[in-house]
Nanobody, 123 residues
Framework: EVQLVASGGGLVQPGGSLRLSCVVSGFTFSKSHMAWIRQRPGMGLEWVSGIFAGGGTLRYEGSVKGRFVISRNNDANTLYLQMNNLQPDDTAVYFC????????????????RGQGTQVTVTS
């Protein structure tokens, strides 16, 4: 059974930081490209960041570029997202998922996203 469990969310003020983790099981993590996705209030799912199975080819959605850093620990089956300088528009439920990479873009498996973690940015 595929499981993806995100954690590390919380309530922070604008300009604050959080580090999200996503522990996965049920598939070969070290051979899987991965992505972070989010769902902001009243909106659909959107891709945030992606990373190759080996840890390279980092990509970010425009509004988070320069503020978020994706990484992974293949020995621990864990994906990370370091989020800095958080803004109210970053308020969302964050999920991780496997992803495909084609033509320079990541395509998350949205339906396979697992349990998310809530991030709320407010003063």
């Amino acid at each position: 059974e595929v499981q993806l469990v995100a954690s590390g969310g919380g309530l922070v003020q604008p300009g604050g930081s959080l580090r999200l983790s996503c522990v996965v099981s049920g598939f070969t993590f070290s051979k899987s490209h991965m992505a972070w996705i989010r769902q902001r209030p009243g909106m659909g799912l959107e891709w945030v960041s992606g990373i190759f199975a080996g840890g390279g080819t980092l990509r970010y959605e425009g509004s988070v570029k320069g503020r978020f850093v994706i990484s992974r620990n293949n020995d621990a089956n864990t994906l990370y997202l370091q989020m800095n300088n958080l803004q109210p528009d970053d308020t969302a439920v964050y999920f991780c998922s496997r992803a495909h990479y084609l033509g320079g873009q990541y395509y998350p498996e949205y339906s396979d996203r697992g349990q998310g973690t809530q991030v709320t940015v407010t003063s």
